[in-house]
């Protein structure tokens, strides 16, 4: 059973901020939203973890509603080197096994 | 910031042979996790190795799989027969364990021929 679902792909232009949704309707009590970043050939980073509400960092926002069915990765004014492949993940501090969707594959275009 | 380092980056063996790959976890780290990606598809989990034990392990991680640490340092994934479907892109992370990120390091591209 899937437990994070993403659209597949999505484009924007150098400029625009992009929002990324994230369903994920069975989501435990004790989960954490994580999301990473990854660029071809290279290893997942991360961007941005919480728990509910809003958090936001250097290079991103997460919002979360109040029944944490979904997430929202927010990238303000994004770049040509935004384009990459965004996973978001749930899990909590007892699990060992952090899965990967399929990610959704942002494209950037001038 | 602080680096999971892979080596090698590249390797390749004939079906049949036995591959080590090798991570330098983040010193402080406690958690350390295997991961693959075969082209163009998604990163999948292998295992997860926490206190000198397999903590959680995937369908993939078979009897030819075993992971190790043999120093206070290196955290070796050992295939013992490769196959053609071993063919990925080999990921290793660490975290300290406290729900924090997980770092990985820049992989090691497998070719099985």
């Known amino acids: 059973l899937a437990k994070t679902t993403q659209p597949i792909s999505m484009d924007s232009y150098e400029g625009q901020e992009v929002n990324i949704t994230c369903s994920h309707n069975?989501?435990?009590?004790?989960?954490?939203i994580t999301w990473y970043q990854q660029f071809p050939s290279q290893g997942p980073r991360f961007i941005i973890q919480g728990y509910k509400t809003k958090v936001t960092n250097e290079v991103a926002s997460l919002f979360i509603p109040a029944d944490r069915k979904s997430s929202t990765l927010s990238l303000p004014r994004v770049s040509l080197s935004d384009t990459a492949v965004y996973y978001c993940l749930v899990g909590d501090d007892n699990t060992d096994k952090l899965i990967f969707g399929t990610g959704t594959r942002l494209q950037v275009f001038p | 910031e602080p680096e999971v380092t892979q080596t090698p980056s590249h390797q390749v063996t004939q079906m049949g042979q036995e591959v080590i790959l090798r991570c330098v976890p983040i010193s402080n780290h406690l958690y350390f996790y295997w991961y693959r990606q075969i082209l163009g598809q998604k990163v999948e989990f292998l295992v997860s190795?926490?206190?000198?034990?397999?903590?959680?392990k995937s369908e993939i991680f078979d009897d030819q799989f075993s992971v190790e640490r043999p120093d206070g340092s290196n955290f070796t994934l050992k295939i013992r027969s490769t196959k053609l479907e071993d063919s990925a892109m080999y990921f290793c992370a660490s975290e300290t364990g406290n729900n924090e990120k997980l770092f990985f390091g820049s992989g090691t591209q497998l070719s099985v021929l």
């Open positions: 069975n989501i435990a009590t004790n989960d954490y």
């Open positions: 190795f926490y206190n000198n034990e397999i903590s959680e």
